[in-house]
């Protein structure tokens, strides 16, 4: 087998031992990446979550203030749902649980 013959085998050996290093390494760090990825998003929504219950710890006055704040929106806004609810007529209060409030009208089925 002539010298050149050698080298082109050896170079074919060693292009697809490349090829398959980085196939392996390209696979290898999209697993880094995605287990990074995970890891960091649930480090931030602990940190997330530490940082508002500091917030709205009752000892401090901007926990208190907070508290309140939520607490006062809280009810605003169930009011508000159910003045929908009462106006909208899908809710009578003086009618029995499980009564229906209009019959629907009789005639042909056709």
Do not use: C, H
């Amino acid at each position: 087998m002539p010298t050149s013959d050698a080298i082109a085998i050896g170079a074919a050996f060693v292009g697809v031992g490349l090829t398959i290093l980085a196939i392996v390494l390209a696979v290898w760090s999209f697993l880094g990446y995605a287990l990074i990825r995970d890891q960091a998003g649930k480090l931030a929504a602990d940190v997330a979550r530490q940082e508002v219950l500091k917030l709205l710890d009752e000892s401090s006055p901007l926990g208190v203030k907070l508290r309140n704040e939520i607490k006062k929106r809280i009810e605003a806004e169930a009011d508000r749902l159910f003045a929908d609810v009462s106006l909208s007529g899908a809710f009578s209060g003086d009618s029995a649980a499980g009564a229906v409030a209009e019959e629907y009208p009789k005639g042909d089925a056709s």
